[in-house]
C-alpha cells in the first residue's frame, strides 16, 4: 500500500514496530485499543498528539498488513 504516508518504521523508535508519524505510539496499540472498544475520541483524549487521520491509517495499515502474503524464497 503505497499512500500510507503516517505509519514509519525506525529500528531506533520501539524496535522497529509501525509507528504513527515517527513518534512512540505504534500501529499495535491504536489497534488494540479499537479493538478493546475504545472510540475515536478516547482515543484522541488519551494521545492528544495524535490526529484522527492517524488512527483511520493505523487501521488501513493493520487491514493492508493482515491480507499480506509471504511467500517463501526457493533456494537455487
Do not use: F
Not at 10 to 38: D, F, Q
Request: net charge negative; with cysteine.
Amino acid at each position: 500500500m503505497h499512500n500510507l504516508t503516517r505509519i514509519t518504521r525506525n529500528p531506533e523508535v520501539m524496535g522497529g514496530k509501525p509507528c504513527i508519524r515517527g513518534i512512540r505510539v505504534t500501529v499495535g496499540t491504536v489497534v488494540g485499543l479499537m479493538a478493546s472498544g475504545h472510540s475515536l475520541n478516547d482515543i484522541l483524549k488519551a494521545y492528544p498528539y495524535l490526529e484522527e487521520a492517524d488512527i483511520y491509517e493505523a487501521l488501513a495499515y493493520a487491514a493492508w498488513r493482515a491480507e499480506e502474503i509471504e511467500v517463501p524464497l526457493q533456494s537455487a
